[in-house]
Every structure is written in C-alpha cells, then in structure tokens.
C-alpha cells in the first residue's frame, strides 16, 4: 500500500503530464503564497513592535518587492526585518524566477514555433523551395549563390535570391548551422513541417517557386524513394507546370515512376556516387575536370538557341568559336556529342558549348554569314588543317586482368561492383576489405547481383572481414588480391585501390568528419604499402565529404586522387535546378551507353617534344569522333584553352581530356625508338 505522500506525488505527476499548463499555475502558487505568508507575518510584526499597525496592503507590496526583485532586501535596517526580508527573496529566487524563466523559454518556443512551422504562408514568388536534408544542402546552396553572382554581373538589376528549405525537424539547427556559410547572394530560410503534409508545401508557397529541389534525407534508398514519392504526392496540384521539379532517387525506375505521377517538370537526379567513383578511380584527374565543368565558376557547357545559323554545316560551327569548345548539339531531347562535319545544323537545335557562364549569348558574325552562304549553297567545305596521316588505328594490346581493393561497404557498393565490371577484362578480382560480416555483404550481393540482369561477367569478387586502418588487415586483403589474379609475364600488373565512405548520401544533421579521416587514414595505409610490395602502376582514390580536406590534400600528397561525390552529387543537382535541359546531356556523359569524357595520354594525338596548336588537336581527336576540351600541361589542367592558336610543347605525363562515345585504343604518333613505350602509355592513358 503506498504511502499518502506518494499518492500525492503520483497524482501530481499525471496531472502535469495530462495538463502541463498546471506546472506555471503551481508555480504561479507558490509564489502567492511566499507573498501572502509574507505580507501577513510583517503586519504582525511591526503592529506589535511599534504599536501602530499598519495597512495590509503596504505590507503584501512590500513582500511582493522582496519576492521579485532579490535587492530589495537590502534597504531593511532592523535585524528582524532584514531576516524577513532575506526570507522573502529565497523564497522568490526559487519560486519566481523559476516561474518568469519558464514563462519566458515557453514564449520564445512558441515564437519559434510560429516561425519554423506552416503557420505563416510565404508571400514570395520565384523563389527556390529545398525540401529534405542531407551533406549536399550546403555544396547545393553554393552552387546556387555562385550562379546567381554570375546573373547579377550580366544584369545588375536582378533581385536577390529566395531559399526556403523545409524540414522535419530541428530547423532552428539547421538555420543557425547554415550561418557559418554566410550565403551573400541568397536569403536562406527556414521552415518545418511534415514533407508528407500538402499544407506544408501551400505553405511554403509551392504555387509561386520556380524551382523545388526534394533532396534524399535518408541513407537507405527503398526509404528515401518512398518518401520522394509520397513529397511528390503531397505536392498535388499546387506546382505550376513550368516549375523545375528536381528529385534525388537511387535508381531510374523511381524516377520514371515519380515523372508519371507529377504535373511540373519532373527531373529525376539519379545518384551517381557508384559510377563517378569507378570512372574517377580508373582516370587520373578525371575528378578534378568533373568539378570544373559542374562548378558555375569555371567553363561549363551552355545550352545556345542559334537560329540564325539554320543549315550551317557542323564542321564550320565547331571550328567557328575562338574562346568556346563546341561539344556537340542537342536535337529534341537527345544529345548528339561529336556529330559527323557533314550534319546541318537545324533553326530549333541546341548548340552545347563549353565556356564561362554567361557568355556566347549570340553567334560569331563570320558563322551567321557562312549560313547565309550555306542556304544559298555557296559554302565550300574548308580542310582540318593537320597532317594526320602518322595517327593510325592502333591494336588493341593485352593488358592483363585488374586488380581492386575496394576499403569500406556500403549499399551502393554491389553498384560499384557492377560498374567495375563493364571495364575490366575477363578474370580481374575484386577484393572488400570492411568490418561489415562476410555473411551479411555476400547476401546483399547475391540478392542484387547474381542471376540478375546486373550480374558480374568478369570479375571474381572476394570478402575479408576486417579493418581499413589496420595494417595486418591491408596487407592481408592485398595478398589476396594479387593472389586472385595474376598477369602473365608479357603483361603489366594493374592495381586499383578505393576507399570509401560508410554512407551513401551521407543524410544527417552536418557534414560529420568522421568517413573523411577513416578514408584519407585508409588510403595513405594502402600507398604505404603498396610502394613496398613495389608495385608500379597502381591508383588510389580515397572517397572525401569536405571540400576543403580535399584541397588540403591535394597540396600536401598529390600522389593519392581525392573525390568528393557529395559535392559532384549536389553540382550536378545545382546544374540541373537552374537548367532543365542539362538533365539529358550529363545524363548522357555519366552514362555507360554513351558518351563519356577521357583523360588520354597526350602521345595518342601529337609527338612529344614538337609544338602544336590546341586547334590542332582538335582536329586530330575529331578525325577519331573525338572532341577535345581541354588538356593536362605540366600537371595543371586547362579546359577550353584560349587562345587556340598558341603552340604547345608537350612532355611525357601530360594529356588531352576529350568527349568520346567509347575509351577508344589509337596508334599514337611515335618515332621507331618510341614504339617500345607504346604499352606503357597505354596503360597509363
């Protein structure tokens, strides 16, 4: 049987619980009845100290003083009244302070509250709405910044920017982590609510943005999918149809199903990271080119409307822009990357130029006039300019299988298995070297893989249990890995190793350094000892969040490749958000079925030692459906290089970064002494 005053303690509790309004009453009462208790034991006391009684009410104020404000004990000057007096103020520092402090954090909540939630609609118009949360949403509102930087020097009389992010939960946070970031071209704000809730989206003023972004706030993808595609639902009605409607999924057959259900623009960013870190792993500075061509301020490729120059044949378009490299032009919604010369330029294509942003608005007036001769049929066709009848095919060379270490495990890491497997020849071995079981990986994998239309045609995969910073445990999985596969004594030992993160989209409150050390550690472990098994021609990529460790790194061990697919994920996003049409051209070049872009050995297309233009080169990689962008000189990288026409003299290690459908293998233009180096720069491209 409990006692009275548990009893009491119990009843106390649930009703505070039930009704937490009683807490301020209960403190409310107690600080009456200090005052009361107070205000009645000095009019005793002083009636019967100096015969006079005095008022009630004087004395209930003057204990409500000594209650309230703690110095007012301090004018007392008998010591019985100081007593009293010190009484009254312990009794309201405990009770009334108490009670004002809660009063107070209660009142700034429901600010906050009234502030964060959908109780107030946005009045502003043309504004971007980021619905979710993950490591990408400070690298997006860069992005955005950057661009909006660059529409204000072309027209300074364009507004600021409006972002309102929308979140589940802790927006506060969010807001106050996003201040270190100091976004001077946008206003960023902040508003909760359920991403399930269509008043959310009202709210928050869908009906007037421009562009809605909903991000991947989750690291399991069946989870983040189903929550894109019940924000899609919520959406409803209430997007216009011109709206840039930008998803994050993990596959394509989400976004397919997204765009069916959706009235606006649905552009289905699919994730990416498995495939960047495959190409980037086996293309020394592919990285560093990616991040240059997504990133606003660098060149980029812009999307032109060039009527004007209706039924210009394509040779004289690409080989019309002194400061621009054509890539290619975009007919309907398909990409066309390095078209035949004799392809005629139609009024309603799209050229796909790679330059700053912002620039190349309009035609050269030399290829308006050459259209106008073209439909008059008056243009002669010019020459490439080049001798290129030195550059013949080259045959195909046995390189020998591949070996891959890959340090970590996560969901996509079956996908990266999968991409592994389109390039590597017959035999490779991969080998996992993670802390995640041996059972729980093998079963992941035979249920994504094996017997499927992703199943692996080349590559023999092995798991190790064990940790990426050991080095018992690295040393154990690069044994296996040059066990598993063997070159013969003709071919070269190739060696890749990749670290990667413990996360997918790496969704959560801030960007965590945590993955970003455990990767670095892991890749300058696996060099370390790789240099000692002298083993030569080797690659390692560590997979980074943070930008900044990455230009870190990059100047203090350049030997080591750095990619951040976090920030690649959140530029290709960025790139899509503020033109729609880039969807299907970056789709294409980070597509296995299409185009890509390559880092080549420079040897393939000029001889070293001897000088050539840039425009030279050009026509070199065109005469093999090539386009060239840019190129590697003195480990500096150059895209779209201006002017044209200066001559260059290129050295061993340098490249030229091109757009092909396919790797390609081309005889490059070698001396007699120089044919013994063939395999070795093929290796090396």
Partial sequence: MASPVEQFKYRVDCALQKHPVLYFAMLLAVTLSWVVVGGITWYAFKAKRSGKRERLRDTLWLAWSC?????????????????????????GLASYSVFTGAASAQLKARFEQIRTMYDT????????????????????LE?????????????????????????????????????????????VYCRQGSLSNALTFIQAGSENASQIVLLANSDDRYQSDSSALISVLALGNSVRKDTNLVIQTSKQSTGKLLSKLAIANVLPVRNQSPRLLVLCARQGGLAKILREMLAFHGPLINLRKYPQLDGLPYRHLRQGFDSACVVGIMRGQTPMFSPADSEILQADDTVLVLAPKQTHTSPPEALIAQAQQAREGMLDMPGNG??????????????????????????????????????????????????????????MHERKVAGGSKSLKNLHVVHIQGNPLSETDMNKALDATEAGAQPTASQKKSLTVLTISNHDWIAGDAISSGDDKRTIFSAL????????????????????????????????????????????QALFTAQVLEHRELLPVWEELTDEYGSEIYVKNIRYFAELGQPITFRDLEEVAFKYGQTAIGYRWRNRLYLNPTPKTTPIVFQEGDALVVIAEHGGTYKPALSASELALQADVLADA
Wanted: glycine share 4%; charged share 25%; proline share 4%.
């Fill in 143 to 187: 992005a955005l910044e950057s661009s909006q930087d660059y529409a204000k020097k072309s027209n300074p009389r364009v507004k600021r920017k409006t972002v309102l992010l929308l979140v589940e939960e802790k927006a506060s946070e969010l807001l106050h982590f996003l201040r270190a970031y100091k976004f001077k071209g946008l206003d």
């Fill in 386 to 443: 080049v001798k290129v009848s030195s550059l013949l095919p080259m045959e195909k060379l046995d390189l020998g299988v591949e070996q891959i270490l890959i340090c970590g495990w996560r969901t996509g890491t079956v996908d990266m298995l999968v991409e592994f497997d389109k390039y590597v020849p017959k035999g490779s071995v991969a080998t996992i070297l993670a802390e995640t079981p041996v059972a729980e990986r093998e079963a």
């Fill in 525 to 568: 472990l696996a060099e370390s000892i790789v240099q000692q098994k002298q083993i030569e021609n080797f690659s390692i990529l560590a997979e980074v969040v943070s930008q900044d460790i990455i230009e870190e790194m990059e100047r203090s061990h350049p030997s080591c490749q750095y990619l951040s697919t976090v920030e690649l």
């Fill in 67 to 91: 209650v309230a404000a703690s110095s007012t004990h301090t004018k007392e000057r008998e010591g019985l009244n100081r007593f009293i007096a010190l009484c009254m103020t312990l009794g």
């Fill in 121 to 140: 609609p946005v009045l502003a118009s043309n504004h971007a709405i980021i619905a979710g949360r993950n490591a990408q949403l400070p690298r997006l």
